[in-house]
């Protein structure tokens, strides 16, 4: 059963502390995105990459934030300092995006709670 | 700018009933519409989606309708039951470009009463 994992699925911190949010595609995805999913703004596209090279990070608040696909297993979304207002639940999803098809597949999340 | 307006917020149906929800878009160039569901504590979900060349999909007891003259398109869950109630998310994205990334509506909480 492929699915999306995201590391950790809870992070409380404070105000200052880098925060590192890990996510593990599902294996063949040639794409992946990070959202972030808040009451007020609902979900918003902060990055994503097509087969690892960064095609829109638009979205990140780029003095602080920022994305990385070291490998094909691995992406990770850095908080650095962190600040209250990040607070909200991180989405990974990855999909094989071509041609007509857009199915993403989201991760179950990481929770971020900056004090 | 809020590319995709969903309405309503909430949305309370009695077991068996019908479920309606809507969206509107701006985006001329969008040409790809999922819904999304998702539970509590859980990543959104794919459900169903449309492409504009088509006015309706229907799957199981779940039918997109899409206007694309009046730039609309709306879930219709059928026999709607306990098990759906949900947040359900609209999203629009352009499939002819190397940027597919969905933009979201703000989303609908279902809940279906037993």
């Known amino acids: 059963d492929a699915r999306v994992t995201q590391t950790p699925r809870d992070k409380v911190t404070e105000m200052g502390q880098e925060v590192t949010m890990r996510c593990q595609p599902i294996?063949?995805?040639?794409?992946v995105f990070w959202y972030r999913q808040t009451m007020m703004q609902g979900l918003e596209l902060l990055a994503y990459?097509?087969?690892?090279?960064?095609?829109?990070d638009s979205g990140m608040p780029k003095d602080r934030f920022s994305a990385e696909m070291p490998d094909a297993t691995l992406a990770t979304l850095k908080i650095q300092p962190s600040e209250p207002r990040d607070s909200a639940v991180y989405f990974c999803?990855?999909?094989?995006?071509?041609?007509?098809?857009?199915?993403?597949?989201f991760g179950p999340g990481t929770r971020l709670t900056v004090l | 700018q809020q590319q995709v307006k969903q309405s309503p917020q909430s949305l309370i149906v009695q077991k068996g009933g019908i479920s309606i929800i809507n969206c509107a878009y701006e985006?001329?160039?969008?040409?790809?519409f999922p819904w999304y569901q998702q539970f509590p504590g859980k990543g959104p979900a794919l459900l169903i989606a449309?492409?504009?060349?088509?006015s309706e999909k229907k799957e199981g007891r779940f039918t997109i309708s899409f206007n694309k003259s009046a730039k609309q398109f709306s879930l219709h869950i059928m026999d709607s039951q306990p098990g759906d109630s949900a947040t359900y998310f609209c999203?629009?994205?352009?499939?002819?470009?190397?940027?597919?990334?969905?933009?979201f509506g703000s989303g609908t909480r279902l809940q279906v009463q037993p």
């Open positions: 999803a990855s999909g094989f995006v071509s041609g007509r098809y857009n199915e993403q597949f």
């Open positions: 294996l063949g995805h040639n794409t």
């Open positions: 990459f097509r087969n690892r090279a960064p095609l829109d």
């Open positions: 985006n001329t160039a969008f040409d790809y």
């Open positions: 449309i492409r504009p060349d088509v």
């Open positions: 999203a629009a994205s352009i499939m002819d470009t190397g940027r597919r990334a969905l933009t």
